[in-house]
């Protein structure tokens, strides 16, 4: 009989769920909680690639998720005055090929729980407090309430609490790209038909896209800084900092700007990776971008999320419970997995910002680097069969 069978999983986004459904599987008890109060619906495109692919094919949920997945047709490369310099049409635009998909992180957040609707899962709920002893973890809920647990699992993100509680700032690296991305939404002025834009100028870039919301656009600014940037610890701030770097940069930035006034899904955050030469400390284990971020720019999160989620969950139910040699394999098998994935992250960049104008000649061979970096990043792991 497996050991160690209760198991808190902190955070429902991706990875989260994505191991309480293999816990569950494999004869585990898990329980899943999520600080904010509510499912955050929407959300930007990701992408499901290589071998994440055929764990979500393991899962029974490809289908549900080809169902949902974004149907953009085309993406066009334009200058400051609005002219097209490259355009792109099929998966090739997105940077995929065969089985790959792309979806609304919220639609397969949905899936996901749906997935695992036989395992707990409460919103609103924070731990505050976190103490391992020799035979479970106690875990203080914000609440005030107490509860102990033979193993812990967090997967809440970049900014995760839960590893601030666990490890030191010796065993953590928080290595900051010198880049920051925002993402909203506006009404689709433009009238995108299922099609992207992207402008880069200037280490600065501003991409728009409409899917299947005919009257709404999707927007991405993301750009370097060459100091710390001060003044954008809230939302406000945030968007004084995009109004005073792409005012006047050219295409669309000022209308968009003056729209993003209006936004009520105003995403900001730096663009960093998480970096530790072992995700697993006692009793309690890193999961994701907690653990081992590549950054938006690597478009491996997702991935690394699947992945990650798969071989922790399948090495515990090998081990039976036994997190010592479960948690030892789990850090040796990711670890050339999340390399090649920051790596990437790391590369792109330094190449997809620009100083200047991006030319046609640039953003095309660009464009198909990318595609056979990507290609080799996503396929950097054998996957062990559990089953």
Same mark, same amino acid.
Request: hydrophobic share 40%.
């Given at each position: 009989m497996?050991?160690n ?17 293999? #816990? ?7 329980? !899943? ?8 619906? =929407? ?5 499901? %690639?290589?071998?994440?692919?055929d764990?979500v094919?393991?899962? @029974?949920?490809?289908?549900? &998720?080809?169902?949902?997945? $974004?149907?953009?047709?085309?993406? %066009? ?5 609005g /002219?097209?310099?490259?355009?792109e ?22 899936i ?6 036989? +395992? ?15 035979e ?7 609440d @005030? /309430?107490?509860? /102990?647990?033979? !193993?812990? +699992? ?13 490890f ?10 010198g ?11 433009l /009238? #995108?038909? %299922? $099609? ?11 991409g ?24 954008i610890?809230d ?7 995009l109004?005073? !770097?792409?005012?006047? #940069? @050219?295409?669309?930035?000022?209308k ?6 209006e ?16 995700? $697993? ?6 999961? @994701? ?12 999160? $997702? ?7 798969y ?15 479960a ?28 100083? =200047?104008?991006?030319?046609?000649? &640039? ?19 054998? #996957?062990?069969?559990?089953?």
């Amino acid at each position: 009989m497996n050991r160690n069978r209760k198991i808190l999983v902190i955070g429902a986004g991706i990875a989260g769920p994505t191991i309480c459904y293999w #816990l569950k599987k494999y004869g585990f008890n898990p329980t !899943l909680i999520e600080r904010s109060e509510q499912l955050r619906a =929407g959300g930007y495109a990701i992408d499901i %690639r290589g071998i994440a692919v055929d764990i979500v094919k393991k899962m @029974g949920i490809y289908d549900d &998720i080809y169902a949902k997945r $974004t149907s953009l047709l085309s993406k %066009r490369y334009v200058d400051a005055d609005g /002219h097209t310099l490259s355009e792109e049409h099929g998966e090739k635009a997105s940077f995929r090929e065969d089985n790959d998909v792309e979806i609304v992180r919220g639609d397969l957040v949905n899936i996901l729980l749906e997935a695992t609707s036989d +395992v707990p899962c409460h919103f609103d709920q924070e731990i505050i407090r976190l103490v391992q002893k020799d035979e479970s973890v106690e875990m203080t809920f914000k609440d @005030g /309430h107490i509860e /102990h647990y033979d !193993l812990v +699992v967090a997967a809440d993100g970049l900014h995760s609490s839960t590893r601030g509680m666990t490890f030191s700032e010796e065993d953590c690296q928080f290595f900051d790209l010198g880049s920051y991305i925002s993402i909203f939404s506006i009404p689709n002025y433009l /009238h #995108l038909n %299922r $099609t992207e834009v992207s402008f880069v100028k200037d280490q600065k870039f501003i991409g728009m896209n409409s899917d299947k919301n005919s009257d709404r656009a999707l927007v991405c600014f993301v750009f370097r800084a060459t100091k710390v940037l001060s003044g954008i610890a809230d939302e406000r701030g945030q968007k004084k900092c995009l109004r005073d !770097l792409f005012y006047d #940069l @050219g295409w669309e930035s000022n209308k968009i700007l003056d729209l993003m006034n209006e936004s009520d899904d105003f995403y900001f955050d730096s663009i960093a990776q998480i970096k530790m030469d072992s995700w $697993t400390k006692g009793r309690v284990a890193l999961l @994701g971008d907690a653990g081992y971020c590549a950054s938006p720019l690597s478009g491996q999160g $997702t991935d690394l999320a699947i992945v990650g989620a798969y071989i922790l969950a399948g090495e515990l139910k090998s081990a039976e419970g036994d997190y010592s040699v479960a948690f030892k394999r789990y850090n040796e098998l990711m670890r050339p997995f999340v390399d090649a994935s920051q790596e990437l992250g790391a590369w792109v960049r330094e190449s997809y910002l620009p100083e =200047g104008e991006a030319s046609k000649e &640039i953003i095309e061979e660009r464009s198909s680097v990318i595609m056979e970096k990507i290609k080799m990043a996503s396929n950097a792991i054998l #996957l062990p069969d559990y089953m």
